[in-house]
């Protein structure tokens, strides 16, 4: 009896055909059929496609380029280039478009592109609900945060959480980018900026003071900073743009703004190795460069922002034994830094919140 197929993916039957029974070869003439299709009546009805054709074409979709898909899934990017194929042989139409610019979804790949988007959401709320299950205080639990405090701060710090519970693995990635928490990139994540999702827990934890430095090599050789006239003749070293500590570049760029840009980063150690080299000025984590013998602290006219250091998990993920024993010591190890991350000495308030 023909059924009535409503927003579903389908399959072509001469395709599914040649799949269920292994003999012959899927038509190569193209038909104009969609693959997004409301109220199709169909004698075979709707067909369930592969999950991870699905998966694959959105991160394609997502990263504009097979090797970057590739990278993101960690498969050869033939695979991909395959998956793809598989896909858009499997609907009967084209879902990218290649372009100089990377691959472009086509009308019927932004459709296809939504849906499967519901599709991943739900598949992702099912793992997190059931791993919020889990009583064992082991397994992985991945830790995204700025680098700096990845290497001076909880790198030394996760080697007293495996003496007292050696089964947890934390994997530790300094990433200037916010992984998502629900796309399950991470599992915690520890931030410079508070995030503003609602399906997170947030807590702050404490705040980093941060200061103007330059090396005393760089002051003899490009002479006194004029902050009244912008500092005309300086050179600045910045963070870029698209990451967490840019309030303080931006508060650099209204102190100096006769100076010029010699290098932009994204790694906050870069930053500082280029001060310590003579490379210009640099506002800098008072903590990291406060011990660098050949960086000087600068005296400047206004405070320098601080930034809240917040400890970020998924709500589904919150009582996870392994998650919630990771948390407690992230806490601890953040709030016995205290005294160097905020010196008694130090100025600036956080711009995202009030209380230092």
Known sequence: MAGSVVKCLYRRPQYERARRTGCGSAPTRRTREAPVCRNVKTRRGPIMLDWDDLRFFLAIARHGSLSAAAKDLHVAQSTVGRRLASLEASLGVRLLNRTPEGYVPTLAGHDVREQAERLEAEALSVERNVGGRDTRLAGLVRVTCAETVASHILAPCFAALHVQHPDIM????????????????????????????????????????????????????????????????????????????????????????????????TSHEAAVSAAVHSGGLACLARFRADREVGLTRLIVPSPVPSAGIWLVVHRDNRRTPRIRAALTHITECVQSFVGKLFPPDAEGRTTDDPAK
């Open 170 to 265: 934390i994997e530790l990635n300094p990433d200037p980018r916010e992984l998502s928490l629900s796309m399950r990139e991470a599992e915690i994540s520890v931030r410079l900026k508070r995030p503003d999702q609602h399906e997170l827990v947030v807590r702050r934890m404490g705040s980093m003071a941060f200061g103007l430095y330059a090396s005393p090599k760089y002051l003899e050789q490009c002479g006194e900073l004029d902050f009244e006239g912008g500092c005309p003749g300086h050179h600045l070293i910045t963070q870029l743009d698209d990451i967490e500590d840019a309030r303080q570049t931006g508060w650099l760029a209204d102190l100096a703004p006769r100076a010029r840009v010699a290098l932009q980063t």
